[in-house]
């Protein structure tokens, strides 16, 4: 979905793997993502890593260890890439 689209919006309990999956793919293309989460009704506009952990900050504990395992496939840490 984030490749074909130019902006995302996503109605988000604040729990679900497969919507945050949605709005990391967005952030990492670039591209902003406008977040309704449901819990507080109200929307947050979403387009790089500061917001998404503010967003993160107001959901469940469970969605930071969710954003954790699915972050750890798709960015590396540069604190253990080795230079040869």
């Not at 469940?60 to 890439?81: C, D, H």
Request: proline residues 2%; charged residues 20%; aromatic residues 8%.
């Amino acid at each position: 979905m984030a490749n074909s689209a130019e902006i995302g919006f996503m109605i988000w309990n604040g729990e679900s793997k497969g919507t945050l999956n949605n709005i990391i793919n967005l952030i990492n293309q670039e591209k902003t993502c406008c977040v309704y989460l449901d819990t507080l009704k109200q929307i947050f506009v979403v387009d790089n890593d500061e917001k998404l952990r503010h967003l993160l900050s107001l959901c469940p504990n469970s969605a930071t260890a969710t954003y954790g395992k699915l972050t750890k496939t798709k960015r590396p840490n540069l604190a253990q890439v080795v230079m040869f």
